[in-house]
């Protein structure tokens, strides 16, 4: 990402960021995470974090939790939420999701 000030952004990401997502959306942020996220690793979490796995798995981006939100309820038809141990499972599982090595 180029150096160049931007008039929009008051502090530059640093030159790992692709793509900017400002903060300061509220719940729209949430959305536009789950909808432009190749994957979703949720680790614990409160409300935020189960209204982000909700939008990734109703999006069918692959997800997995560490120590987050489960759920369950009787004919339920929303997909499953894996569960990972640890980082180290919960990366490996989501980039064979993704058909990428790890």
Do not use: C, K
């Amino acid at each position: 990402m180029s150096q160049t000030p931007r008039r929009h952004l008051r502090i530059w990401p640093n030159e790992y960021v692709d793509i900017a997502i400002a903060t300061g959306l509220g719940h729209a942020r949430n959305a536009i995470l789950a909808r432009t996220a190749d994957g979703v690793v949720a680790l614990g979490g409160g409300l935020g974090t189960l209204s982000e796995i909700a939008l990734a798995l109703r999006t069918r981006r692959p997800t997995i939790g560490i120590q987050t939100w489960r759920f369950d309820r009787d004919g339920r038809t929303e997909p499953e939420l894996a569960v990972a141990a640890n980082v180290t499972e919960a990366l490996n599982w989501l980039f064979a999701q993704m058909g990428r090595p790890s």
